[in-house]
């Protein structure tokens, strides 16, 4: 196996490319893609302030370690959900790989702030796991990009992730949601703008690039996960790329050339209803928001700090490498 810029050995074949690389060349496809989301979708200006979510796995490492290498400044964000030994081991991922760069790493315990984790949470609030806290982490990640002055806030999700949202979104018809699947939300309305750099990019080729530049992530799946529709979309997806290679890609890349648009106007009139919590000021189109709603019947389920929810929270903020 050859690589098929160099005609040294290649590390990797790339089926939706034809071709195999070797590590120099496969970091450089790497990059290169990561630099074309950003260019194609106006993500990210040179200069700006880039906070980037960090969950300790393979995605979140992979592009925080991409975009300093193409020359960002960018800072880490870590959310601690309190799910038993994983949330410890991902913690500790993120915090090792900050502290090995002398980077920035901003830390948010949800047990510690709002006395709930998620495996208490969601029984006592009555949703799913995965629903609580994804609810949580989007609620937190747009909270820390605000309250931090960041212009920028960066997620892990990659061309698997978004292909099995599209997959699930389009199975159903939520038109809605289809109408909001965009690499790039603006900032508007209180939120921050929100990006994915990685949606040129698969899971397997962010695994590739952490173990080849000796990134130490977290390897095992969420015990909650279990049972979660998402991981069957990307099952199917994967079974449909075997024997389609680039199947992901132009279904994803199709949709957003050809259909998102049409989707927008419903995702537009919902956003037309938005004004601020009355608990917490994030913007919501209800009286309070949803996770005020979530804390309001989760917290108390493990010992806290008894900080008030109602008031927005200064940040438990690690400067990793720095004595806390
Ligand atoms: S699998 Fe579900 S509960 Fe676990 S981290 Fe992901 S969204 Fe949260
Ligand atoms: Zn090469
Ligand atoms: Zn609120």
Redesign the pocket.
Known sequence: MKCVTCKGPAVIDIRRHNANFCVDHFFELCRRQVMKAIDDHSMIAKGEKVLVAV?GGKDSLAVWDLLLDLGYEADGLYIG?G?GE?SDTSGDHARAFATERGLTLLEVDVPGRFGYD?PSGSRAARRA??SA??LS?RHLFDEAAIQGGYDVLVTGHNLDDEAAVLFGNTLHWQTDFLGRQHPVLPARDGFPRKVKPLVRLTERETAAYCVLRGIDYLVD?????AG?KHISYKLALNDIEKMSPGAKHSFYFGFLDRAAALFEPEAEADREELHPCASCGAPTTAETCAFCRLVDRAGGEVPHDDQPSAVPVVLGTTRAGAKQ
């Not at 799946?221 to 996960?225: F, L, R, S, V």
């Open positions: 969950s959900l799910i994983y998620i796991p995965c806290c994804g982490k799946e969420c015990p909650m996960a979660n």
